[in-house]
């Protein structure tokens, strides 16, 4: 099915940098969701972002809603040992419908 | 209560049992979601019920049986499976109150077949 292009694919960085992770699409969305997943857990929902061009912040992440509702980024700034895990966006036309997910981005933060 | 609660986390089985997966939420979610996650992949819609009602079969094989008693709960029901149908298996619900659509999953069962 449909995917998001999501990029990088993983990222090693050291304690206190931060990290910026991008996702695009040929088909529009009304909802971006960014999502963090432990290894064995369910995905946990960090930011959810509902309106084009809207930036919203999450402690230390910032994520953005693409003017064109094509796209998405996320920020982790000064990142720490705990950020390391997979993060997924996902796009969502409306509620009963599937969520269509990004690849992911794999982050290794070395202490 | 904003969680959606997955039983059990394990489940082994052999390609000739029976089992279920049970999930259950109380935040008054009307469109709920079974979803299957094989290592460092995406999640994968099964299944999508709303307002109780079938409304997204995936093309699942039919050894994968939903069912939802009602707005709380969504099963999953497994007969004959096979050792390709081992992965970590994902309930999800979401809402429609306002623009918070709260599209949050549970922690997954973890299934083995053997």
């Known amino acids: 099915g449909q995917q998001l292009n999501q990029s990088p694919q993983s990222m090693f960085i050291q304690e206190g940098e931060d990290v910026s992770m991008n996702c695009t699409s040929s088909s529009i969305f009304n909802t971006w969701l960014w999502y963090k997943q432990d290894p064995g857990e369910g995905p946990v929902l960090l930011i959810a972002l509902y309106k084009a061009g809207e930036l919203t912040s999450n402690g230390r992440l910032t994520a953005q809603f693409g003017i064109t509702r094509k796209d998405s980024f996320l920020n982790i700034s000064a990142s720490i040992p705990s950020d390391v895990g997979i993060y997924f966006c996902?796009?969502?036309?409306?509620?009963?419908?599937?969520?269509?997910f990004g690849e992911g981005t794999q982050l290794t933060v070395n202490p | 209560d904003t969680e959606v609660t997955q039983t059990p986390k394990h489940l082994v089985m052999g390609m000739t049992n029976k089992k279920s997966l049970k999930c259950e939420q109380h935040m008054g979610h009307r469109a709920m979601y079974w979803y299957k996650q094989k290592a460092k992949k995406p999640p994968e819609l099964m299944f999508v019920?709303?307002?109780?009602?079938?409304?997204i079969n995936e093309s699942v094989p039919s050894r994968f049986s939903p069912e939802c008693p009602n707005s709380s709960l969504l099963n999953l029901h497994l007969h004959a499976l096979q050792p390709e149908d081992s992965a970590l298996y994902l309930c999800?619900?979401?809402?429609?109150?306002?623009?918070?659509?709260?599209?949050?999953f549970g922690s997954g069962t973890r299934l083995t077949v053997v």
């Open positions: 996902a796009g969502l036309w409306t509620s009963g419908s599937r969520l269509t």
């Open positions: 019920y709303s307002y109780e009602k079938l409304s």
């Open positions: 999800a619900s979401s809402g429609r109150t306002g623009a918070d659509y709260g599209y949050t």
